[in-house]
């Protein structure tokens, strides 16, 4: 399964909404997960099935979709937020990540 | 909560074996899988596989040929060895707790391949 993740990066400011897009190459039902990586760091889970918040995650962090189509959204942009995002199916084996987008500082 | 750290030699030769540790401590192996993730520098996340405590496997086939995973449940330990390595293998190495989905991950450890 392929993940195409959009925009690869984007430039954004503090108190933005910004919308990060992952589509997959077959239906993959809502087996989807979201991940921050702060530069230096493993990432982090955000998003655990394609829309369920994990424990201690900000509430401006949301997430939507399934079959093909997955959006994580951060409204609200804060300075912590600014990183690459990653979102990984666990429907299909091989496992598949996209292929990251990085949230930059406008 | 879990910890996990990884071990192993930071610089390998080509045509070698890659071979790291992940340590965890703050619970147990059993009953878990463990995962290896990698990420060759300035690029994406690519999964490896994962290792059930009890022995099965699962496989990326892009590393197949090449990967063996093993667990030591007295050490708590679970381990990752890549043969035949190449330039292309130069990554961060990450070991993760889960098989669909990980939030445990150790720190990661960078390994070059180089001559």
């Known amino acids: 399964i392929q993940m195409t993740q959009s925009p690869s990066s984007l430039s954004a400011s503090v108190g933005d909404r910004v919308t990060i897009t992952c589509r997959a190459s077959q239906v993959i039902r809502s087996d989807l997960g979201w991940y921050q990586q702060r530069p230096g760091k493993a990432p982090e889970r955000l998003i655990y099935p394609a829309s369920s918040l994990q424990g201690g995650v900000p509430s401006r962090f949301s997430a939507s979709g399934s079959g093909t189509e997955f959006t994580l959204t951060i409204s609200g942009l804060q300075p912590e937020d600014f990183a690459t995002y990653y979102c990984l199916q666990h429907d299909y084996y091989p496992r598949t990540f996209g292929q990251g987008t990085r949230i930059e500082v406008k | 909560q879990v910890q996990l750290q990884e071990s192993g030699p930071g610089l390998v030769k080509p045509s070698e074996t890659l071979s790291l540790t992940c340590s965890v401590s703050g619970g147990a192996i059993t009953g878990y899988y463990w995962s290896w993730i990698r990420q060759p520098p300035g690029r994406g996340l690519e999964w490896i596989g994962w290792?059930?405590?009890?022995?099965?496997?699962n496989y990326n086939p892009s590393l197949q040929s090449r990967v063996t995973m093993s667990v030591d449940t007295s050490k708590n330990q679970v381990s990752l060895k890549l043969n035949s390595v190449t330039a292309t293998d130069t990554a961060v190495y990450y070991c993760?707790?889960?098989?669909?989905?990980?939030?445990?991950w150790g720190q990661g450890t960078l390994v070059t391949v180089s001559s």
């Open positions: 290792i059930f405590y009890r022995g099965n496997t």
């Open positions: 993760a707790k889960g098989r669909d989905g990980y939030n445990d």
